[in-house]
């Protein structure tokens, strides 16, 4: 092997080496694109709990809501019901103000009803459709933020649900 020859290859061994690290900007762009996709998927999970809390508290509104109608309906939509005596320990029912009941609708009463922690405000409400035959109709409004609601007044949620029933 010659002088000359040696002398190349050495000369390319190194500038291989001399360029064969990473730049400060290719150090920069690898620190963006990983700080991007952290933010992303923390922001990805703060919305996923978020969502999961509203849908707990829809769920829970709808509980509500079933519980009250179906009870009703199996005192067959008596206009004397009351929750406040008729239901059972797990679901606490006092009188209280609630949503407007629609307008051709009796109003029975309107409630407040705490299940698990959750408060909202009820309002129940029937029609006589056919003769022996009464639509029972319950309201529910809750705060959007579900939990640690004091009035009624900080509802902003509402639930409508209709049942019948044969008098």
């Known amino acids: 092997m010659d002088i000359k020859n040696s002398k190349k290859i050495r000369m390319s061994a190194e500038r291989f080496r001399r360029f064969s690290g990473m730049t400060l900007v290719e150090i920069m762009i690898a620190i963006t694109v990983i700080s991007v996709a952290v933010l992303g998927a923390g922001r990805y999970r703060y919305y996923t709990a978020l969502d999961a809390h509203k849908t707990d508290v829809q769920m829970t509104a709808a509980r509500v809501a079933l519980m009250l109608c179906e009870s009703w309906r199996g005192v067959k939509g008596s206009v004397s019901y009351d929750p406040t005596s008729h239901l059972g320990d797990e679901l606490v029912i006092t009188s209280d103000t609630g949503p407007d009941a629609p307008d051709d609708f009796t109003a029975l009463g309107s409630y407040s009803a705490l ?7 009820t309002t129940l409400s029937w029609k006589d459709i056919d003769t022996g035959l009464r639509a029972l109709n319950v309201e ?5 933020k579900g939990y640690d609601s004091d009035s009624f007044s900080d509802a902003d949620k509402t639930l409508q649900l209709t049942v019948y029933t044969l008098n």
């Open 140 to 144: 529910v409004a809750w705060p959007q």
């Open 115 to 121: 299940l698990n922690g959750f408060k909202c405000y």
